[in-house]
């Protein structure tokens, strides 16, 4: 049997961070994880992402004018929003109580969720916030690509030592975010990815999912 591959450690240690420290990532280290993050492969190479990442003051100006969008307007996602059903619902409950019980929070302390869930617009501390954008000539599949990217950053990021995670709660507020970051018409927001120092210390980094069995996605045709 092969050892244990490097990408089946990471794969198995990552998890997605909700609370960082502070302390800003060094520009060295950020641009490292970007650059290894181009690797990504893409349909026809077209590369369809644009990554525009905030840190210092910038991250906190964001934060505080998207947190102050979101609770005056509606949700507007340039790749509309998801309706949950069947089994994805029940593995999204699954995971939603999860972390509040993670967190101490009861089912049905529905104000204490909604202090959880708008940690999102405050990118739960990091210090870093790289909004990532798709070609809107490119449909679903420069969406299928940027989600490729998404995960290599977070990869990346993860083996760089770094705590890590993709923010699509970001994106259902896209037209706040195309004229914060005066992004053109042609491109649409798919999601935000949040890094920094994971804070080992909050239990709710403590929080683990689980996955489906094997058989529950794998279908297999031999012969
Ligand atoms: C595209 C994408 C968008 C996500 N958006 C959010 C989000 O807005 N807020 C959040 O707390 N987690 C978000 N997540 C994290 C997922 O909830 C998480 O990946 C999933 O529950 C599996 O848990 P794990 O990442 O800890 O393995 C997102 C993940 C992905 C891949």
Not at 39 to 68: D, I, M, Y
Request: with cysteine; glycine share 10%.
């Amino acid at each position: 049997m092969t050892p244990e591959t490097e990408l089946e450690q990471l794969l198995a240690a990552r998890y997605s961070c909700r609370a960082f420290r502070p302390d800003p990532v060094p520009d060295q280290l950020v641009d490292r994880l970007f650059a290894t993050a181009q690797r990504t492969p893409s349909w026809c190479n077209t590369q369809p992402w644009q990554v525009h990442l905030l840190g210092g003051e910038a991250t906190a100006r964001f934060a505080k004018e998207l947190g102050e969008h979101v609770v005056a307007h509606e949700q507007v996602a340039d790749l509309g929003l998801p309706a949950y059903e069947g089994i994805h619902a029940d593995r999204r409950r699954e995971a939603g109580y999860g972390l509040y019980s993670a967190l101490g929070i009861a089912r049905e302390d529905r104000a204490a969720r909604s202090d959880q869930m708008a940690r999102n617009f405050s990118f739960f501390g990091a210090p870093h916030c790289a909004v990532v954008t798709t070609g809107r000539d490119l449909g679903t599949y420069g969406a299928v690509d940027c989600g490729g990217y998404v995960n290599t950053l977070m990869l990346g990021a993860q083996a760089l030592g770094l705590g890590v995670i993709a923010q699509g709660a970001v994106a259902m507020y896209s037209d706040f975010v195309r004229g914060w970051l005066d992004l053109p018409e042609d491109r649409l927001v798919v999601c935000a990815v949040s890094f920094g120092y994971a804070d080992e210390n909050d239990p709710v980094n403590a929080f683990r999912t689980t996955r489906a069995d094997l058989g529950d996605v794998l279908h297999r045709l031999d012969g």
